[in-house]
């Protein structure tokens, strides 16, 4: 089955600065990669995704970038603001079923 | 509009009080998956639902069911929760199984006394 590997597990940026969470995948075919952002005590609410057709994708402040040869997926945001302050997960979809990164926590400082 | 309801928002049982956990949907997709996750790790996939076809996850305990009586509603009923069955669970829905977007609800914190 699909691994999927997240790194930082936690991640401090001050308010204004970018933050760059990495994740990493093992199964070639998986061609879908959400990523989530879940603040506490609620659902994890999509906020961007990619597929394995396309390389880059930006959405306002957020961005994701996708290297099918190296296997890796990257969320990028900028100017970042307390409200950003969360759990984000990637996922990547192999078959019918999301597999899940273990999670990045992330801390605005104001 | 919520579009992935999930009820109630918080639940407390007694240990070995079978529960039921529901989720509705807006949205009209053929697929609903449920969710458990635990304090700080990722969610884990119990099983789902392809419009009437009942997909259990190889490593789902049987204490966990499922049901889905129509398009719009599903259910998660645990037979004898244990105190390692404390969890928020979640219910997510997507158009399709393949290629498709998950939309989670809220979730449901599950307490066990």
Redesign the interface.
């Known amino acids: 089955g699909e691994n999927v590997e997240q790194h930082p597990s936690t991640l401090s940026v001050q308010e204004g600065d970018s933050a760059v969470i990495k994740c990493t995948y093992s199964d070639s075919a998986s061609?879908?990669f959400?990523w989530?952002k879940q603040e506490l005590?609620?659902?994890?609410?999509?906020i961007i995704?990619i597929?394995s057709n396309v390389g880059e994708k930006k959405d306002q402040r957020i961005a994701v970038t996708l290297n099918k040869t190296a296997k890796h997926f990257s969320l990028h945001i900028t100017e970042t603001q307390p409200e950003d302050s969360a759990v984000y997960?990637c996922a990547a979809?192999d078959?019918?079923?999301?597999s899940?990164?273990?999670?990045t926590t992330v801390t605005v400082r104001a | 509009d919520a579009m992935v309801i999930q009820n109630p928002r918080y639940q407390v049982t007694q240990f070995g009080k079978p529960v039921t956990l529901s989720c509705s949907q807006t949205l009209n997709h053929n697929v609903m998956y449920w969710y458990q996750q635990k304090s700080s790790q990722a969610p884990k996939l119990l099983f789902h639902y392809y419009d009437k076809d009942f997909n259990n996850e190889a490593d789902t305990p049987d204490n966990f069911q499922s049901r889905r009586p129509n398009t719009s509603f599903c259910f998660l009923d645990i037979r004898s929760p244990g105190l390692g069955d404390a969890a928020m669970y979640l219910c997510a829905t997507s158009r399709d199984r393949w290629g498709e977007t998950q939309y989670f609800g809220p979730g449901t914190r599950l307490l066990v006394l």
């Open positions: 061609n879908y959400p989530y005590g609620k659902g994890p609410q999509l995704d597929r997960f979809r078959d019918y079923k999301l899940f990164g273990a999670g």
